[in-house]
């Protein structure tokens, strides 16, 4: 009799959505069979389910937690699945996943966020505790979801109250929902395009301490949206990757990589848009790095996508690299720059995707220029009189120290960026160092933060835990300043920044 009731209430339910119009999940869909047996389908809809538009990442973490709390049975696979039916519709746009990318890779990112405004102000007071902006702006939801949002957190953490008792948590947090279903509204469902990332590419990056590379990535569909990847690039510094693995396509636009470069597992994530991909892959602990990268169709017109250094300092010759995509040979005389006070050189094509010229500002003054090859379009270049100034990305760096085989100490690769007449011209090879900062009696922290690379890549030497020779017993952590020297034209050139060595990211799904 009950399974009668089931198979009639089933009918009753699909019948409903097609009077509304198309389901979004068919009852055959994955989401469908996990989800409805908690989130009762009405007029059409999966309640909650289809409320809720966000990120790959934050699908995952709510699909883990239906099955850590609240018993949803996963097999072999099925996560994979559920998240690809979920983006199918209930993904960000582009656009709207864009801003908050430095969370994509659940990785130790340095992005250092300041609100917009009264109304984000509030936001950061009374969530920006536990939580990171970017977490929060990864969700969009109907006015009922966000509403109900404030009631979630008192049953999942009802020590809330107690937490944030400087301030009347309960009101104010009411406040700031309203504000979000006004300012993060859910809209409405993603129609995922039929696009497809298989291709041949030329691969541009950096990777901040080591270089820029280049390279090329072939991508074949695997079916059902996933691909298998391989490729190799080249650095400045004359290393090289050969890479191969496989990535997903979710909603059509946000690609995830899982690759092996030199046997080193690293994970990716790029935007997938217009044809091209953009984002970044990191290397997690111990070999932690993190690089950007353009993925540029081979097949593509003829074009300069780089030019590496992008700028040119009067009174020196540099050699400018030109990359781009099935490249003329060229001589000196088709090489051209916007400015009149730019001398070519010469100029020598080395291959269909990387022309070398040698060229000389011998003007004064810093102003943006262009060069040209033949009759391809523009590439944007500096002109500047000089290096003016110097500082170092990130300003203020956070590592984490190591907590244990599922919590790695996370390192910070700092970088010197050199300006000139306000204008960012790129980075310079600075050497780093660690000094102190004296903020109490007896100040020990850059004895147990340990040392910086010459490089300027920090990883934390201790581990999570008390220091029985420390002061009070602390823990491996600590507060220093950053320190970097560069030297060019005679001149020298310092800047400073801050390292805060924190503890371990015991709970990274309230990122």
């Not at 298998?228 to 979710?250: H, I, K, M, W």
């Not at 600075?430 to 340990?450: I, M, T």
Request: charged share 20%; proline share 6%; net charge positive.
């Amino acid at each position: 009799m009950r399974n009668s009731f089931s198979l009639i209430l089933l009918v009753m339910i699909a019948l409903a959505g097609t009077v509304s119009g198309a389901l979004a999940f068919s009852p055959d869909s994955l989401v469908w069979k996990k989800c409805t047996g908690c989130h009762q389908p009405r007029e059409g809809k999966i309640a909650k389910v289809e409320e809720v538009r966000t990120t790959p990442e934050e699908w995952t973490v709510i699909v883990d937690r239906m099955s850590r709390l609240y018993g949803m049975e996963l097999g072999k696979g099925e996560m994979d699945r559920l998240l690809k039916e979920l983006c199918s519709t209930q993904i960000l746009s582009p656009e709207e996943l864009g801003k908050v990318s430095y969370l994509n890779l659940f990785n130790n990112p340095q992005t250092v966020e300041q609100p917009v405004g009264d109304d984000q102000g509030k936001m950061f007071t009374t969530c920006v505790r536990c939580h990171s902006a970017g977490k929060i702006l990864s969700y969009r939801m109907t006015p009922e979801r966000w509403t109900k949002l404030r009631e979630f957190h008192l049953y999942q953490v009802p020590t809330v109250l107690y937490q944030m008792r400087e301030m009347r948590w309960m009101t104010e947090s009411e406040g700031v929902l309203k504000d979000l279903a006004r300012t993060a509204p859910y809209g409405r469902a993603w129609q995922a395009p039929t696009a497809s990332a298989a291709g041949s590419y030329l691969v541009l990056g950096r990777e901040p301490g080591k270089g820029n590379y280049r390279g090329e990535a072939t991508i074949e569909s695997a079916g059902a949206g996933d691909y298998r990847v391989r490729g190799a690039v080249a650095y400045d510094d004359g290393t090289s990757e050969n890479f191969q693995g496989d990535a997903t396509l979710y909603g059509g636009h946000a690609l995830r990589s899982r690759l092996t470069a030199n046997g080193l597992p690293t994970y990716g994530a790029y935007a997938f848009v217009g044809g091209e991909l953009r984002g970044e892959q990191h290397f997690p602990a111990p070999d932690f790095r993190t690089s950007s990268s353009v993925w540029y169709p081979l097949a593509g017109k003829p074009r300069v996508l780089k030019v590496t250094p992008g700028y040119l300092l009067a009174g020196e010759t540099t050699t400018l690299r030109l990359e781009g995509v099935r490249l003329p040979a060229v001589t000196a005389g088709e090489l051209t720059f916007s400015d009149p006070s730019v001398q070519v050189i010469s100029a020598r094509r080395i291959g269909a995707g990387l022309i070398e010229v040698v060229a000389s500002y011998r003007g004064s003054g810093t102003r943006k220029a262009g060069v040209r090859v033949a009759d391809l379009a523009e590439a944007p270049v500096t002109l500047a009189g000089g290096v003016d100034s110097m500082v170092i990305a990130p300003e203020l760096g956070r590592a984490r120290v190591d907590g244990g085989k599922h919590f790695p100490a996370e390192g910070v690769q700092f970088e010197a960026l050199a300006f000139a007449g306000g204008l960012a011209l790129g980075p310079v090879p600075a050497r780093f160092k660690l000094s102190a900062q004296h903020k109490r009696p007896n100040d020990d922290d850059l004895f147990w933060v340990g040392n910086i690379m010459a490089s300027g890549k920090y990883i934390p030497i201790g581990s999570y835990g008390p220091i029985a020779s420390r002061e009070f017993h602390a823990e491996g952590t600590g507060f220093v300043d950053v320190e970097a020297e560069y030297q060019r034209g005679g001149r020298s050139y310092q800047a400073k920044a801050k390292l805060a060595v924190t503890l371990p990211d015991f709970v990274p799904r309230i990122k």
